[in-house]
């Protein structure tokens, strides 16, 4: 411990000074604004009954972006997502018809989303295609699958808990169903990446694939399973979106990956991996879902909205970017700074002569 009470007070003012320029602080300090604008501009704002519809008008994409996020942090990224969203709808939907029941028809829903991570990542892993073109043209794959499948047609009549769970509260609490979902999930995904080996050898990928690999690293494997992990938690996505809307069709799930990718990088994800945590990337869908609610509840367009989520996304890869430069040139001025002559250096110092 520093005898030195200078030293002591000015490491105190750094420590704060790190904690504060956090990106989940800054992230917390704009979502306690937004929340106090909401109660300003609408006077149901901060109801119970409103609360559940904020959180259930983007509870999907808020799924999906958990493992997009450990994606993006391993250096990929996965554009299908929507698609697996109608895809997994479609199936849904033709089994229940054809007469299987739905406590069979959402495994099956679920294999196949897998399935669709899996190939997703074969061709990301094994054949050394870029994720970026691989889940483009599954984009347009899964879509097609899901219009072979259902067509035009539209599902309904599925059964009643099932489409409880979709847009029901827990008891006696303005909760729903699927956000109890999201934080199991958020929980786990937040374990796995912030209190295990995977989740150091995550972020390891991210910063430096090669250094990773020569390091005993296995980088195909880890991102093979990433990929098949947000194929299905998609297809689980898919399945909630079904329930709550109580109708299926192949149409379902359009634009989502926008505001999905739109989350994780508002969260502080860095867009070229190797940074980002969990707790960000759910502020981040908070954040944005008190931000949509507030511009409804005022009646502001469709059209508007969609401007604001581009917005976002653009100054969510632009903040962080041109701030991490600004540190690194802070940090180079600083390291190569000389003390000046006769000057008195801390602990384990030397002054210059």
Not at 20 to 37: D, F
């Amino acid at each position: 411990m520093s005898s030195d009470p200078q030293a002591a007070v000015t490491g105190g003012g750094r420590n704060w000074l790190a904690t504060l320029g956090r990106w989940e602080v800054l992230l917390a300090i704009v979502l306690v604004a937004l929340i106090v604008i909401g109660s300003t501009v609408s006077p149901v704002f901060l109801s119970g009954r409103n609360f559940a519809n904020l959180i259930s008008a983007i509870i999907e994409v808020a799924i999906m972006s958990l493992p997009m996020a450990l994606i993006i942090i391993a250096g990929e990224i996965d554009l299908s997502v929507e698609s697996m969203v109608g895809l997994s709808a479609s199936v849904l939907g033709y089994l229940y018809a054809a007469g299987v029941p739905m406590e069979l028809c959402i495994p099956i829903v679920l294999a196949i989303g897998a399935l669709g991570g899996l190939l997703n990542g074969v061709l990301t892993t094994r054949a050394g295609l870029p994720s970026l073109v691989v889940t483009l043209g599954t984009l347009a794959l899964y879509r097609g699958l899901a219009l072979v499948v259902l067509e035009s047609r539209g599902i309904s009549q599925f059964p009643t808990w099932f489409t409880s769970f979709g847009f029901g509260t827990v008891p006696g609490l303005p909760i729903p169903w699927p956000f109890v979902l999201y934080l199991a999930i958020a929980l786990v995904l937040a374990a796995l990446l912030h209190g295990t080996w995977i989740g150091r050898e995550i972020y390891a990928i991210g910063k430096n694939q090669a250094a990773s690999r020569f390091s005993g690293v296995r980088v195909a494997r880890i991102k093979l399973w990433l990929f098949v992990l947000s194929g299905t938690v998609a297809a689980l996505a898919g399945v909630i979106l079904t329930a709550r809307m109580a109708s299926a069709r192949a149409d379902v799930g359009i634009g989502l990956t926008l505001v999905v990718v739109t989350i994780v990088l508002l969260g502080g994800v860095d867009i070229f991996g190797g940074r980002g945590t969990i707790p960000g990337v759910v502020l981040a869908f908070f954040t944005l879902a008190v931000l949509g609610n507030a511009l409804r509840l005022t009646n502001v367009s469709s059209d508007i909205q969609s401007i604001v989520v581009g917005l976002l996304l653009v100054v969510s890869v632009v903040i962080p970017t041109f701030a991490r430069r600004v540190k690194e040139v802070f940090d180079r001025t600083q390291g190569g700074r000389r003390l000046p002559t006769g000057s008195v250096g801390g602990p384990g110092e030397v002054a210059s002569p």
